[in-house]
């Protein structure tokens, strides 16, 4: 029953040369980080530079060269808490149905007046009616242009709430509407987040959503929380739109259904443009950083078929006349049309320089984000801060794994230099499953390796207490560790198993420390059943075969 067939030992001591091979990059992680670096941009250029081939060349293409990604509390980096303003969608809503409504309203005007929409709540749409008697109409086209929500919580409910008070009609989004607003509002704003964060090449960014309506925003690596807050909290709205006049009057009149805008280049110079645009950002297809013919740093766009056809025609109805390019409410540039733009891109140039071209880059490709963030939490943790805990770390690990190797040696002599090395063992394959599915190491997730130094060796003080009781019932010695090593398997498993149980809630529970606790805790644990059980009795079964004790001390 002791015996090991030869294809079990092949394929314990693999997974162990595995292991070591996969961890092994972590012992030189600058090293490999800059090979990793350069690997991955000189993809995205589709070129590398002399200083990206050097730092390629650091490494071997043909090792693995995955790490064990460091959080924030290790790397340093930026944490930031951002409140979304979803009620700027209520009035966004309310904008858009405005041109609409009316519409529906004038259709019939000669039973209900004339139309005018009047002052209110910004989340509110108020249109003053001039035959107050015929309300109910007013009300009932208005109805009309409701929908049914297609939420599960709002399942036959519209979309709008409409109600009038004297010859006032009033039209705002109905609760459950904005609550399906509010979710949706949440998780664009964390894709738009997430795109811009992993626009600039960050690792393991963490973006979650924290309550009704904030967003945790966790960035290793980045400098600073100013330098993040930049990047995602810029609006970056591009619109293109016809242009009325040029002037210096900021108060000039600009007329219905035409809005007066600064220019970004020229001090003093406003342009009035209508305020429905011909195309928007949110046709763009993509946006790369370039220079112009005059070797000034531009940024190159693209529409998809839509925009394009939309900007086509406008183009081709339009020549001589100028255009403006709008960006966050400022025209960045109003070029006069001398052809039909047919082909769907164009360029945008100013005054800018080469970081503020790949800037303005990245944020049109990422988009805009659909309301305001405010942010309530901001904090920049440093690299040095993040290096004294991974030196702090160190020291914990090591002091607990000679401690434990102190002890079990002390107490179970060569059996306990067995279960040592299968300690040390544990921690490898734990990093190396770690650098292998991409996990993050936390300093919870240290102490999480660290307990799992302490757990890994009490499935070995199991085993080797049960062999100790064969012993003293005075069984030969294979027996007794083929006895200790089958009777002591069904303790080990349950033992185990509660606790990944408890280590998978946590994971798939908790957030922030808990789960990076979590993450090493199961893995640790998964790995620590492999080298107690299978591991050590390999090493057990080798060392009888050689030295054959017929008498066993432990």
Do not use: C
């Not at 609550?179 to 811009?196: F, G, K, N, P």
């Not at 946006?287 to 183009?315: C, E």
């Not at 090591?398 to 067995?418: H, K």
């Amino acid at each position: 029953m002791l015996d090991i067939p030869l294809w079990k030992r092949v394929l314990i001591l693999g997974v162990v040369v595995i292991g070591l091979i996969w961890a092994m990059p972590n012992m030189f992680y600058g090293r490999v980080e800059a090979h990793n670096d350069a690997v991955a941009a000189a993809e995205k250029a589709g070129f590398a530079t002399e200083e990206q081939e050097a730092a390629i060349d650091l490494w071997p293409d043909w090792l693995p060269s995955g790490l064990v990604n460091l959080g924030l509390d290790l790397r340093g980096g930026a944490h930031l808490l951002a409140e979304v303003h979803v009620e700027d969608v209520y009035k966004s809503r309310m904008d858009s149905l405005w041109p609409e409504l009316r519409r529906a309203l004038a259709e019939e005007r000669e039973v209900i007046g004339a139309v005018r929409r009047v002052e209110g709540p910004e989340d509110q749409l108020h249109v003053e009616i001039e035959n107050p008697d015929q309300m109910a109409r007013a009300v009932e086209i208005a109805r009309g242009l409701a929908s049914p929500i297609v939420t599960l919580s709002g399942a036959g409910q519209s979309d709008l709430d409409i109600t009038a008070s004297g010859n006032t009609l009033i039209v705002q989004l109905s609760d459950a509407e904005k609550a399906a607003t509010d979710t949706r509002t949440i998780q664009q704003s964390l894709e738009i987040v997430r795109r811009r964060v992993d626009e600039v090449g960050t690792r393991e960014p963490t973006i979650q959503r924290q309550g009704s309506d904030r967003i945790l925003i966790q960035v290793p690596g980045i400098g600073s929380a100013a330098e993040l807050k930049e990047l995602i909290g810029t609006t970056a709205q591009l619109t293109f739109n016809p242009v009325i006049g040029r002037g210096t009057d900021p108060d000039a009149r600009a007329g219905i259904g035409n809005i007066v805008l600064p220019s970004q280049n020229e001090e003093g110079v406003y342009y009035t443009v209508e305020e429905a645009p011909v195309v928007t950002g949110e046709e763009l297809t993509d946006a790369s950083p370039s220079f112009d013919q005059n070797g000034q740093p531009a940024v190159d766009f693209r529409f998809n078929p839509s925009g394009a056809r939309k900007f086509g025609a406008y183009t081709a109805e339009n020549i001589g006349q100028p255009f403006a390019i709008v960006l966050d409410n400022e025209v960045i540039s109003a070029p006069v049309i001398r052809d039909a733009i047919t082909t769907g891109s164009g360029q945008i140039s100013g005054s800018m320089d080469v970081a503020e071209s790949t800037q303005l880059a990245v944020l049109l490709r990422a988009g805009a984000l659909p309301a305001e963030l405010t942010f309530l939490e901001e904090r920049t943790i440093g690299p040095e801060l993040g290096q004294d805990s991974i030196d702090a770390g160190k020291l914990a690990s090591i002091v607990a794994i000679v401690g434990v190797v102190a002890y079990v040696v002390a107490s179970y002599g060569i059996f306990g230099v067995f279960a040592s090395v299968a300690v040390i063992m544990n921690v490898v394959l734990l990093l190396a499953l770690m650098s292998a599915i991409g996990a993050t190491l936390t300093l919870p997730g240290i102490a999480g390796i660290v307990l799992t130094v302490g757990t890994a060796v009490d499935a070995n003080v199991i085993i080797f207490e049960r062999i100790r009781e064969e012993l003293r019932k005075g069984k030969r010695v294979v027996s007794a560790v083929d006895t200790g090593f089958r009777e002591a398997m069904s303790a080990i498993i349950d033992a185990n198993v509660t606790t990944f149980i408890a280590g998978l809630v946590m994971f798939f529970l908790g957030s922030g420390p808990v789960k990076g606790f979590a993450v090493t805790l199961t893995i640790g644990l998964a790995t620590s059943v492999f080298t107690a059980i299978y591991f050590t009795r390999l090493l057990i079964v080798v060392w009888l075969e050689r030295r054959r004790p017929k008498e066993l001390v432990l």
